[in-house]
């Protein structure tokens, strides 16, 4: 027998402190000094997993008297491995089994046995290695029929040793030469294959096995049981797996009878280590009548780490000969860990989600599952994208992955090109990541935050590989307001092409340095003099960028340094390079962007020398190949500057001209200048572009102003009862320099209402111009600040630098390089557009003098003066005064 005892105790025999080593009551009496038989993991440790004890030898019986057993278990916590009862006469069987933990309660289970022989009733309890928990035994009484023998003979010896190591036990592969490590897992295949089911119900229904040798027939199916609970029959496996990423379950089940509706059926998994998760398939209600109630259905498992277990869980609302629920032909098809399918397109990385997953699979460690979507895809419209609805109900923790197969390693690089939207006020992040063979995960591409409702490329370099690996795809939740979704993915030998749009988070894009001084790849983490603290795409010191340290000491006055991009293709068409960048020291140097051609001289775009400041400044240069392919080349020259350096972030190429983009935005190709800030200590939402005709989630405006169509464009916020009422979001502008007049000029769709009775709830489309004044340099903000119902849509923003709302011109060398499609320089006025439109307000930077208020004469009525306190912003920024016109939405 196992040297693991059961033993005689009670709750204060265990401990007084803590109740979770074992019954805070007994059965018998219900008290913490009552008595039972207790079995979990000593303080020794554990060098057993199995522990036994019998009852006296009993005299045979027969079926018109059988030896009936009452008892009560209490099986809790992940030390409870599974309690068996059998019964030892000539051999020894199982007669009743329950698996697994039952929680913190006393269970009832009847045992009836028949046998010609004297045996004796063997009780065995299966013991987990785990934190907490045990198995008890009480109360247990046997009828009258159950009478002793005094006659002693040899105990029946034990099965005899298995043919192999109890951890390749029911793993979906054959060790033993007749298959016997896995013809008792569950799997209806094996001659004893559904004795592997084993019931754990602890309520007044549970399952049993139906077998008619006539007709060989058998399935499960759920019955009365003794208990007393109002919970659902349970049935599990012994522990499975691991498993493979094409792991499936096949079963055929009925729910059948004369009620229209019959009852619940569901496959559920418990994890070896996180325990019970979340439901896989459920059927409610009725499959039919007769022999065509019988329904076939496959349920994905996927891959699974740990061992586990697969569990059927049933409900009938009534038991009767006229109502059942049977499960039969139960079969685990591709499940083993090392298993691949054959099929050509079986795991091919390729794919456009039409007929499926193809070579990618769900991480079953995660929180959340991806989801094939009908009706909004890339490929073709009407078709299927892979997706997750972060306002999805049965979102479920902070992260979704999609893994692919295993990729083979080799010394070539490979690209990921894919479309990808990001959609929403409160959307989260997509991320690419590599995974070695040991599970180490790198970062090779990300996105987050709102995108607009349309599909983007992504081209994700792929660096060769030392060791086999697998590709992921992980969508992370930062709210419960938006949709990630991937479509027409592409996986290829060699390297990316040229991507539109490089945020430097994950890789550089195949942008390349030269000279004596590398521009590096870097974070605003940790914190040093000579970086930049944030990115401009997160706005947080995690994010990255490409700097050059242009510090005398590294970079002395004269010397070079050049960032250059991958060719593109030649165009016809004039393009525009938009990017951010920060300057920061006294005499930093230069930053100069150059077209090169591959033949001919490089042609300068851009340029600027001056001292920036702590900020990220936003720049952008015509583009005209005349198609010859071209590079960018961004290249700083040192000015002997101490400390000082210059980066580069967010690089964008669109493919229309720059005029007229920095001040004047219809919003019909993109957000122009305008951006939203990723920085969680600065807002938690996003404006959001998109269109009437697009928008199939939130009520918006049923046109734009700028088109007055439904295909034309608008930035809104919605007032969504998924994100918290009061939550905020900014649009920010680039930086502006001083001006003794400015114009901004925006149309807005507000909501509106009036007090009068019988008056209704509507909205209306106002354009307002507003007069900015500033000393100091400034940006434009619009805050919006989520209500209760309703939404605010902004639409044609534009601001005239240096020439204000009377058409004057206050700043004539400003308003010429400005409003003449120059480059659009310098930092912050903030106009707080709150909740819907209730505020303009001016921030200063850099300065601690208070400047004179802004006049703003807004197209409706009335205003008044307050004093605002600047949180968001950096801690030197002073306090103005700001007339503010208010909309009340009652």
């Known amino acids: 027998m196992s040297l693991l005892k059961w033993k005689r105790m009670n709750q204060e025999n265990i401990s007084t402190n803590d109740p979770l080593k074992g019954p805070g009551r007994d059965h018998s009496n219900n008290s913490a000094s009552g008595y039972f038989l207790y079995v979990t993991v000593p303080d020794v440790g554990l060098t057993t997993d199995w522990a036994a004890f019998q009852s006296p030898r009993l005299e045979p019986t027969n079926s018109s008297h059988p030896c009936k057993m009452v008892m009560y278990t209490h099986q809790f916590g992940p030390r409870s491995g599974g309690l068996t009862v059998l019964v030892a006469d000539e051999k020894i069987y199982p007669v009743w089994q329950r698996g697994g933990a039952l929680g913190d309660v006393w269970v009832k289970a009847e045992v009836e046995i028949v046998t010609n022989s004297t045996f004796q009733i063997l009780f065995m309890a299966a013991i987990r290695d785990f934190d907490y928990g045990g198995i008890a035994v009480d109360s247990i009484v046997l009828s009258p029929e159950c009478l002793n023998n005094t006659w002693v003979n040899e105990f029946p010896k034990p099965p005899k040793d298995l043919c192999t190591t109890p951890d390749k036990m029911c793993d979906f592969h054959r060790d033993c030469a007749g298959a016997e490590d896995e013809a008792k897992c569950g799997d209806f295949s094996y001659p004893e294959g559904s004795s592997g089911w084993t019931d754990s119900s602890i309520g007044t229904q549970d399952w049993l096995l139906h077998v008619n040798s006539t007709s060989n027939e058998e399935y499960l199916y759920v019955a009365k049981a003794p208990g007393q609970q109002l919970t659902e029959a349970q049935t599990r496996t012994p522990l499975l797996g691991p498993s493979g990423p094409a792991c499936t379950l096949s079963f055929d089940f009925a729910v059948t009878g004369n009620p229209d509706h019959i009852g619940e059926l569901s496959v559920r998994v418990i994890d070896s280590l996180l325990g019970i998760r979340p439901k896989l398939w459920e059927f409610s209600g009725k499959t039919g009548v007769g022999e065509e109630s019988w329904k076939h259905v496959d349920v994905s498992i996927g891959a699974r780490k740990h061992r586990f277990q697969l569990a059927f869980e049933a409900g009938a609302v009534k038991l009767c000969p006229c109502a059942e629920?049977?499960?039969?032909?139960?079969?685990?098809?591709?499940?083993?860990?090392?298993?691949?399918?054959?099929?050509?397109?079986?795991?091919?990385?390729?794919?456009?989600?039409?007929?499926?997953?193809?070579?990618?699979?769900?991480?079953?460690?995660?929180?959340?599952?991806?989801?094939?979507?009908?009706?909004?895809?890339?490929?073709?419209?009407?078709?299927?994208?892979?997706?997750?609805?972060?306002?999805?109900?049965?979102?479920?923790?902070?992260?979704?992955?999609?893994?692919?197969?295993?990729?083979?390693?080799?010394?070539?690089?490979?690209?990921?090109?894919?479309?990808?939207?990001?959609?929403?006020?409160?959307?989260?992040?997509?991320?690419?990541?590599?995974?070695?063979?040991?599970?180490?995960?790198?970062?090779?591409?990300?996105?987050?935050?709102?995108?607009?409702?349309?599909?983007?490329?992504?081209?994700?370099?792929?660096?060769?590989?030392?060791?086999?690996?697998?590709?992921?795809?992980?969508?992370?939740?930062?709210?419960?307001?938006?949709?990630?979704?991937?479509?027409?993915?592409?996986?290829?030998?060699?390297?990316?092409?040229?991507?539109?749009?490089?945020?430097?988070?994950?890789?550089?894009?195949?942008?390349?340095?030269?000279?004596?001084?590398?521009?590096?790849?870097?974070?605003?983490?940790?914190?040093?003099?000579?970086?930049?603290?944030?990115?401009?795409?997160?706005?947080?010191?995690?994010?990255?960028?490409?700097?050059?340290?242009?510090?005398?000491?590294?970079?002395?006055?004269?010397?070079?340094?050049?960032?250059?991009?991958?060719?593109?293709?030649?165009?016809?068409?004039?393009?525009?390079?938009?990017?951010?960048?920060?300057?920061?020291?006294?005499?930093?140097?230069?930053?100069?962007?150059?077209?090169?051609?591959?033949?001919?001289?490089?042609?300068?775009?851009?340029?600027?020398?001056?001292?920036?400041?702590?900020?990220?400044?936003?720049?952008?240069?015509?583009?005209?190949?005349?198609?010859?392919?071209?590079?960018?080349?961004?290249?700083?020259?040192?000015?002997?500057?101490?400390?000082?350096?210059?980066?580069?972030?967010?690089?964008?190429?669109?493919?229309?001209?720059?005029?007229?983009?920095?001040?004047?935005?219809?919003?019909?190709?993109?957000?122009?200048?305008?951006?939203?800030?990723?920085?969680?200590?600065?807002?938690?939402?996003?404006?959001?572009?998109?269109?009437?005709?697009?928008?199939?989630?939130?009520?918006?405006?049923?046109?734009?102003?700028?088109?007055?169509?439904?295909?034309?464009?608008?930035?809104?916020?919605?007032?969504?009862?998924?994100?918290?009422?009061?939550?905020?979001?900014?649009?920010?502008?680039?930086?502006?320099?001083?001006?003794?007049?400015?114009?901004?000029?925006?149309?807005?769709?507000?909501?509106?209402?009036?007090?009068?009775?019988?008056c209704t709830f509507t909205f209306e489309v106002g354009r307002f111009d507003v007069n900015i004044t500033s000393t100091e340099e400034y940006q434009i903000v619009f805050e919006g600040v989520k209500g209760i119902s309703g939404i605010v849509a902004l639409d044609d923003i534009e601001y005239t630098v240096g020439i204000n709302c009377a058409k004057k011109v206050t700043d004539p060398l400003t308003s010429k390089m400005y409003n003449a499609g120059g480059i659009a320089a310098s930092v912050i006025v903030v106009l707080l557009l709150i909740a819907t439109l209730i505020a303009l307000l001016i921030y200063y930077l850099r300065t601690k003098q208070t400047v004179r208020a802004v006049n703003s004469p807004l197209s409706t009525s009335s205003s008044a003066a307050v004093g605002v306190s600047n949180d968001l912003y950096e801690s030197d920024l002073t306090v103005s005064k700001a007339n503010i016109q208010t909309y009340n939405n009652n």
């Not at 997750?388 to 010394?411: C, E, H, I, K």
């Not at 040229?498 to 430097?504: L, N, Q, V, W, Y």
């Not at 605003?524 to 706005?539: E, I, N, Q, S, V």
């Not at 964008?652 to 305008?674: I, T, V």
């Open 325 to 758: 629920i049977k499960v039969k032909n139960v079969h685990f098809v591709g499940c083993y860990a090392d298993y691949v399918p054959s099929s050509p397109t079986g795991n091919k990385l390729s794919c456009n989600f039409e007929d499926g997953m193809c070579g990618w699979f769900q991480d079953n460690s995660d929180s959340f599952d991806w989801t094939l979507l009908d009706g909004m895809d890339h490929t073709i419209g009407i078709g299927r994208s892979l997706s997750v609805d972060m306002w999805s109900p049965s979102l479920r923790g902070a992260f979704g992955r999609l893994v692919s197969y295993t990729q083979l390693a080799g010394p070539t690089d490979y690209c990921l090109f894919f479309f990808y939207k990001l959609y929403g006020p409160n959307t989260g992040a997509l991320n690419v990541k590599v995974l070695d063979n040991d599970g180490y995960e790198r970062i090779l591409w990300t996105r987050s935050g709102a995108h607009g409702n349309t599909w983007h490329e992504a081209h994700c370099p792929v660096p060769h590989q030392l060791t086999n690996f697998k590709l992921m795809f992980e969508a992370v939740r930062s709210g419960f307001d938006g949709r990630v979704a991937i479509d027409d993915v592409t996986f290829l030998s060699g390297p990316c092409t040229a991507p539109r749009m490089c945020s430097f988070e994950g890789h550089q894009c195949g942008y390349s340095t030269s000279g004596k001084v590398q521009w590096l790849h870097r974070s605003g983490y940790p914190a040093t003099l000579t970086r930049p603290k944030t990115d401009h795409t997160l706005g947080t010191e995690h994010g990255f960028y490409m700097m050059a340290n242009s510090g005398a000491d590294i970079l002395p006055s004269g010397g070079k340094t050049v960032l250059t991009s991958l060719i593109r293709k030649g165009t016809t068409k004039t393009e525009c390079a938009h990017f951010w960048y920060h300057m920061e020291g006294k005499n930093p140097g230069s930053l100069t962007l150059y077209m090169k051609p591959v033949e001919g001289e490089r042609v300068k775009i851009f340029s600027d020398s001056s001292n920036q400041g702590a900020v990220w400044r936003h720049g952008y240069g015509n583009i005209t190949s005349d198609l010859v392919d071209w590079q960018l080349e961004f290249e700083v020259v040192g000015a002997g500057g101490k400390g000082t350096h210059i980066a580069v972030d967010d690089i964008f190429l669109s493919a229309h001209p720059c005029e007229g983009q920095g001040s004047k935005c219809s919003l019909e190709r993109g957000m122009c200048s305008w951006s939203n800030t990723q920085n969680v200590k600065v807002d938690k939402l996003d404006w959001e572009l998109t269109s009437q005709e697009a928008e199939k989630h939130y009520p918006v405006p049923p046109a734009d102003h700028t088109l007055g169509t439904e295909r034309g464009h608008f930035l809104f916020l919605s007032s969504s009862n998924r994100t918290a009422a009061n939550q905020n979001a900014q649009l920010l502008s680039p930086h502006l320099p001083p001006t003794k007049g400015t114009c901004l000029k925006f149309w807005a769709y507000k909501p509106y209402s009036c007090k009068t009775q019988g």
